[in-house]
């Protein structure tokens, strides 16, 4: 018997394209689809409003200034949220609280914890119990 696994899709939010492609590259050896790169916030919000994802990976800045209006979107979304930062920050903004926060370069060993949770968590129900796989396409008329 074969067996379907769900593969969560990743948002990734980072301008520079080095270490967006590293952090896509991490993601989908973890088994998830990345999302992206998005180097701007509204870009990412633009793709959240046409297709949901299970989590996301932030930068504090891209291209368009603080991603703090895509972590807000995000929020509202329910969607699980990891930032991945060149700033050390003490105190985040409001819309990043109880976020955790990693400074660059990435530790791609907390990247894959990352991912592997989405991976759980996205496979879950509400009930705790798996849910049946998504199909992979429409039933036919």
Known sequence: ?????????????????????DIAAVVESCGCEAVGPFASAREAIASLKRQPVQAAILDIDLSDGAST???????VAGVRMIVLSGLDVNSPP???????????PADERRLRDFCAAAIVTSA??????????EPAMPPAL
């Open 124 to 133: 879950l129900g509400a009930s705790g119990y798996a849910r049946p796989p």
């Open 94 to 104: 409001p819309e990043f609280a109880g976020v955790e926060w990693l400074t660059k």
């Open 69 to 75: 209006p895509l972590a807000r979107a995000l929020r």
């Open 1 to 21: 018997m074969t067996q379907h696994l769900f593969r969560p899709r990743i948002m990734i939010c980072e301008d520079e394209p080095v270490i967006a492609m």
